[in-house]
């Protein structure tokens, strides 16, 4: 191999190594990892909130071939305002199936292993109302803080994005 070939190979290995090192130092993740892309095993990650990944792939494949519906969040963001590090902090997200046919939530991932978000694993019959309840560990993490949930159904906008902030301050 030519040395400009092998500068380039090497300075990807180095940036593919630091960034590994970053991610694990930052405390996302396993959790984060198994969260947005179901790798690795629930059984690591199930802090009582979680499911087998073989119940997402089910209602998954049950949406596919449900009738679109409609879900009207009452609001799809919140801040929490100042939390002390270390605290863990909830809301729930409150909405309503307004279509005509049953909403099925077929997953909701966290954009951080640090949000653990809880939702209805049953149907939602039209008019009725449910809550999707988000968990935010503030454990290291100081600072200003914004963290999305992508929520996933049968709803015509088939991927929605609930999110909050928070101003999580250092114990004194």
Same mark, same amino acid.
């Given at each position: 191999?030519? =040395? =400009? ?15 590994? *090192? ?15 892309? /179901? ?7 199930? %802090?009582? %909130?979680?499911? #087998?990944?073989?119940?997402?792939? /089910?209602? /998954?494949? =049950?949406?596919? +071939? ?64 449910? +809550? ?12 200003? =803080? #914004? ?9 015509? /906008? ?7 902030? *928070? +101003?999580?301050? #250092?114990? #004194?």
């Amino acid at each position: 191999m030519n =040395q =400009q070939l092998k500068t380039v190979l090497l300075t990807i290995l180095t940036l593919s190594c630091f960034v590994i *090192a970053l991610v694990e130092l930052s405390g996302v993740s396993k959790t984060a990892l198994f969260n947005k892309y /179901q790798i690795g095993s629930a059984s690591e990650h199930n %802090h009582g %909130h979680e499911e #087998e990944p073989d119940d997402i792939a /089910q209602r /998954q494949r =049950q949406i596919k +071939d449900m009738p679109k519906t409609t879900i009207e969040f009452a609001e799809t963001k919140f801040h929490f305002g100042t939390v002390r590090e270390g605290e863990k902090v909830k809301h729930s997200f409150h909405f309503k199936n307004t279509g005509s046919n049953p909403l099925l939530i077929s997953n909701a991932i966290a954009s951080c292993g640090c949000t653990i978000p809880s939702y209805p694993k049953e149907p939602i019959a039209p008019g009725e109302e449910g +809550d999707i309840l988000v968990e935010f560990n503030t454990k290291s993490r100081v600072g200003h =803080q #914004e963290k999305n949930v992508i929520v996933y159904s049968n709803a015509q /906008q088939e991927a929605m994005s609930i999110g909050f902030e *928070a +101003d999580v301050k #250092e114990l #004194e």
